[in-house]
């Protein structure tokens, strides 16, 4: 089983910056796929930013120009740094990975335990 923990979250005001961490203490992994979600007091849980493997990346329309989605490779560590804050992005932000085993090739998939992003207008 592979956990990834996640920090960074808490209270800011409109305009201002936050950045999410989502590591894992393992490494004997490769992460293939990592995402970061959202879910508001009254929402879905939804797709904010992604990244593949290979680079490719994926913003939700409203966050598109804000956010930006990154990794560190020697640390199995990725990151959501969300500038320009608005109060619309107030929500529990969930990273979630998927990863290949190196030892076995098993696809594991993880969640982390949520953290609270609270902008104030």
């Known amino acids: 089983q592979v956990e990834f923990v996640e920090s960074g979250g808490g209270l800011v005001q409109a305009g201002g910056s936050l950045r999410l961490s989502c590591g894992s203490a393992?490494?004997?992994?490769?992460?293939?796929?990592m995402a970061w979600y959202r879910q508001g007091p009254e929402n879905q849980r939804e797709l904010v930013a992604s990244m593949t493997s290979g680079g490719i990346v994926y913003y939700l329309d409203s966050v598109q120009g804000r956010f930006t989605i990154s990794r560190d490779n020697a640390k199995n560590t990725f990151y959501l740094t969300m500038n320009n804050l608005k109060s619309e992005d107030t929500a529990v932000y969930y990273c979630?990975?998927?990863?290949?085993?190196?030892?076995?090739?098993?696809?594991?998939?993880?969640w982390g335990q949520g953290t609270q992003v609270t902008v104030s207008s």
């Open positions: 393992g490494s004997d992994f490769d992460i293939n796929f």
């Open positions: 979630h990975a998927n990863v290949r085993m190196k030892n076995t090739g098993r696809i594991a998939r993880s």
